[in-house]
């Protein structure tokens, strides 16, 4: 399976009456898409900052009353690591998420160096690296401590900032060159079978609004292997207008191309299947113009609309596929939660089992290397293994 023909211009998928908003726009009550413009608050308070990020603090813990005030980095540290995100925003163009995410992990590396003493770029040691690993994993006052996997993502941060300063030429010498980020325990994908996804798509039925339009996203989600961000950032434009009938195994598969745009703004088109088209079709006919008009603005052209008629955030979609599993009766196997990325997981494991190539689900995924594709490969062998021990007669 391969990624869809490109999109043709053309009307959208039975277009409910939406305007396209320009680039950078953003809908009422959401935060602007231009990451650049971001930068001149991004190291101030996340509070305070132009361009609020809810998504990406919300639930972090609330500070405790009696914890001291962290030291003050200093203007030129403060500087130095202002000029690296303005080259992730502006030449890079890395997603606001990812920026944020930037900012947050080195905003605390620069209040660590500040604790140590450090004022200046070349007064930054391996030591300070090493020490800075080390407070990441056993925590320090004020701070938690860290699993290995947010651990690494803390460093992988601050070893981008540094080897950013020698390529600029403020430093000699990469101070976390010999510093490496912990490994994270490899973690198998958790997939759903088959029967659960189908009883989960089922439990989302109804044909108010909120039902058809809970019904579209999570048959989106398991059509493409979309990360929510992905799905709930989809403008009605994004979703082709006209749908291919492919001759396929088990007869005539009515498919569609919608446009995901993934991380570092890459765009990739990927099919839709005639059960997720036929959600939309419903939901953009009868159930996202009832949305639209409860909207005080507009909506900025956005598929999925909340109740206000705005743009669904990912936590509410997240809510939407919680509320939804709680109702199909559906956990997974070690007793968690159903997370939208275990539709993902779900979409790749069981196009695998299905019979595609690695080459063509890293397509479909948006995957920047075919080796992060190919662990869901371990987890098909699993089953196989499952199959042969269950099946041959000399297994046992």
Known sequence: MTAGPARQDGPALARAGTAVSAPGESSPGESSADDSAAVPAILGDPGRAAHPAPDVDAGAAPAIADAPAEPEPSAELTAALRGYLDHLAVERGVARNTLLSYRRDLRRYLVFLAASGRSTVEQITTSDVTDYLAALRTGSQGHPALAASSAARAVVAARGWHRFLVAEGTVTADASRDVHPPAPPRRLPKALPVASITALLEA???????????????????????????????????????ARSIEAPGGTALVSVVRLRGKGSKE??????????????????RGRPVLAVRGRASSGGALFLNNRGGRLSRQSAWQVLQDTAQRAGIAQADGGGVSPHTLRHSFATHLLEGGADVRSVQELLGHASVTTTQIYTLVTVDSLREVYATSHPRAR
Not at 268 to 285: D, E, H, K, N, T
């Open 268 to 285: 990739r088109l990927v099919p839709v299947g005639s059960y997720a088209v036929g959600a939309l079709q419903a939901y953009l006919v």
């Open 204 to 242: 989302a039925s109804g044909d108010d609004p909120r039902g058809l339009r809970d019904r579209a996203l999570l048959e989106l989600l398991y059509a493409t292997g979309a990360r929510i961000s992905e799905a709930v950032g989809l403008d009605v434009d994004d979703v082709d207008a006209l």
